[in-house]
């Protein structure tokens, strides 16, 4: 049941994968762009110290301090010397459609980077990560007919209010945003397709059934603009039903990458479309779902690994993506699986703590496992692995591994810049056991080491006073530098990162990117 | 009433029936930096990407249809592509004419905090350094105003040199490495042999 073989289709599909948005960037922006695009992956996989953990080093960037945001006055977060930032889609702002920005904001990505005229226009999709309601109202984009919605009906008393929207950065400003899919339960990550959309993932596990028969768990598919094309509102049910975090394309091979946040119950999946010369619609004509073993340790645990510790892996079949989720008994103890979980394990499929950021650079799928760090109860159960899959050669390598808050804090998204940085966003907490006090959730740098440095820090601490004066009504109060960060993803010319802050924020951020390593 | 509007009626058929003539585009002299061509009768227009702090030259011949208004319109996009530094200032001379009326400066991230011209000369400094783009003029179509340039006659060929300054750290890291330069080039200049 295994395939050892990577599997790559002719490599001259790429260019039929890249034939949209990517397209479009490279005929738009050659030079400069083209140079920075060569250097992605800095070799993470092949200079990484064999030691026991990861460590906190000195950033290159310098030292952080609260920058002010150029839109509000206040300082948001805390940036090296020489970065600034704009602010924009705030909880509860109006947006371009009238209606209220939902909160929560999560997983990000660029669908579209373009010229238009001598503009310079990226389109952005946003997910928000709320999960239900009482009140139908609170369904986002509900009371209007041209926002797409999966699911209106109730699941036991509650409306599944998750959902969507897309933002437009033109020129180095924010332009606009609008809701554009609504009716699912909690988008955490998901990820960017090369031709101009955007995966929703419904991150629940659950074999619940609405008012309007309809299950949650799935993938959806969201345009770049929907007023040309809405969005499809029939998950793509082959790419499984599971409390899906990020999906990632590897647009060499137009293969998927999946990881699920299910705690002890979980792999690393793979998803092989049936058409996969991409084009919107297309993740819809169905594919092949897997999962990533150990070779000759089936069912392996790959919880607790050490800095650089290394796993020759192999691709299990999932016989039925769409299964439900049910007791089971694995090799660290009985757990509820999803569908596409128990697929996989009952084919020797591996076992992570929980997995959460995806991305696919230059070969090698980069993913985070927030969840475990150490099998030794006195260490933080939440600090966090990132792992390297090479795709060439299927060896898995733990290339980050924290067992200190203050090194790496339950690495969540995670992002590839253009010039090869990856950059993880924090979603831990601040409970001991800790190095040192954890006075915020930062974003992080992984440098080719398998060390960690901090490039920014939540610093937003306001009173409703504060957020009034500035016309931020709707924004969350009170100190929330320990909230998540979430959604970061680079311009493809590497020049901004956007990013959001999980209260309730999204930032575009510029400054001198190559004094480090983003 | 009736001649002097036959008359501008007869000028402008005329005009339309004219080969187009507008200032023309003969490439650019120095720079290493990716470029676009945007001028059209009576205006002046490009884009740069600047990837090195290489000044750009770029040359163009006059034509009497870009001065029916006495003067040529000067706009541009000018992109930070640098990496490590924001532009600090950004300075613009002519080969021939002068300024005139200097409109709007727009930075994107950056903020104005001089923009001065004399003569063939003018400069504009930023009290926060750009990492993204600045707009000369109306180059985005969104209500900026159009620079000037004065003294131009038609056959003229006109030359714009266009220099991105960057931070002083900068500056000072160019000229430590262009020291060690120097430096390694005494180093390994054959010494003389004394008779």
Known sequence: ?518 | MKKPLLSLAVAAALLAAMPAHAISFNGVMGGDSEFRDFSTDGLLSFDIDFSSLAPMTLNYTIDAADLIGGSLSFNALLANFLGNAGFEGLSFSLSTGTFGNLGTVTPQFGAVSAINFNGSNASVNFSQPEFLDVAIGNSLNDGGVNWSINGLNAGDSLSITVAAVPEPETYALLLSGLGMVGWLSRRRRPQAVAA
């Open chain 1, 1 to 518: 049941m295994s395939d050892q073989s990577n599997g790559h289709p002719d490599l001259s599909r790429r260019s039929m994968l890249l034939g949209g948005s990517a397209a479009a960037i490279t005929a738009a922006f050659t030079g400069p762009i083209t140079a920075m695009a060569n250097t992605i992956d800095q070799g993470y996989n092949a200079s990484c110290s064999p030691a026991d953990a990861s460590a906190l080093v000195t950033s290159p960037y310098g030292p952080t301090a609260p920058v002010n945001d150029m839109v509000t006055g206040l300082p948001l977060i805390e940036l090296p010397a020489g970065f600034s930032y704009k602010s924009y889609g705030w909880r509860g702002d109006i947006m371009s459609d009238g209606l209220p920005t939902p909160g929560n904001h999560d997983g990000m990505g660029v669908v579209v980077s373009r010229r238009v005229g001598r503009s310079n226009e990226i389109i952005l999709v946003r997910n928000h990560e709320q999960s239900t309601s009482t009140n139908a109202a609170n369904i986002i984009g509900g009371s209007r007919s041209n926002v797409a919605k999966y699911d209106t009906g109730l699941t036991g008393s509650d409306y599944q209010i998750g959902g969507n929207t897309n933002l437009v950065f033109r020129d180095g400003n924010w332009a606009e945003s609008y809701a554009t899919f609504g009716g699912i339960y909690r988008p955490c990550a998901g990820g960017a397709s090369s031709w101009g959309s955007w995966l929703s993932n419904e991150e629940i596990g659950s074999n619940a059934i609405s008012s309007e028969g309809k299950k949650h768990g799935y993938i959806f598919e969201i345009p770049a603009d929907t007023s040309l094309n809405a969005a499809n509102v029939n998950p793509i049910r082959d790419m499984g039903r599971m409390a899906h975090e990020a999906s990632a394309l590897d647009p060499d091979t137009g293969y998927w990458y999946l990881t699920e946040d299910a705690g002890n119950a979980n792999t690393l999946y793979r998803f092989l479309p049936n058409n996969i010369n991409g084009g919107l619609g297309s993740l819809h004509e169905g594919g092949r779902l897997q999962g990533l073993a150990v070779r000759g340790r089936p069912g392996a645990d790959l919880r607790f690994p050490t800095l650089c510790q290394e796993f020759q892996c192999d691709w299990v079949e999932i016989a039925d993506p769409d299964a439900d989720r049910a007791s089971m008994s694995t090799s660290v103890g009985t757990v509820t699986g999803s569908g596409p979980f128990r697929g996989a394990y009952a084919n020797g499929g591996a076992i992570f703590g929980a997995n959460e950021g995806c991305w696919v650079a230059n070969g090698v799928v980069f993913f985070t496992d927030k969840a475990t760090s150490s099998a030794t109860s006195s260490l933080p159960a939440r600090a966090g692995v990132i792992w390297a899959l090479d795709l060439s050669t299927l060896v898995l390598k733990a290339i980050f591994v924290s067992r200190d808050r203050v090194v790496g804090n339950s690495p969540d998204n995670i992002c590839v810049s253009p010039r090869g940085g990856l950059l993880f966003n924090e979603d831990g907490g601040n409970s001991s056991p800790t190095s040192q006090p954890i006075p915020s959730q930062d974003l992080k740098v992984l440098t080719p080491a398998g060390n960690s440095y901090i490039f920014a820090r939540n610093n937003y601490n306001f009173t409703r006073a504060q957020l009034d004066a500035v016309g931020k009504t709707g924004a969350t109060t009170g100190n929330q530098r320990n909230t998540e960060w979430a959604g970061s993803v680079f311009s493809p010319d590497g020049r901004v990162l956007f990013v959001n802050i999980y209260t309730g924020v999204t930032l575009a951020i510029t400054g001198p990117w190559t004094k480090g390593s983003l």
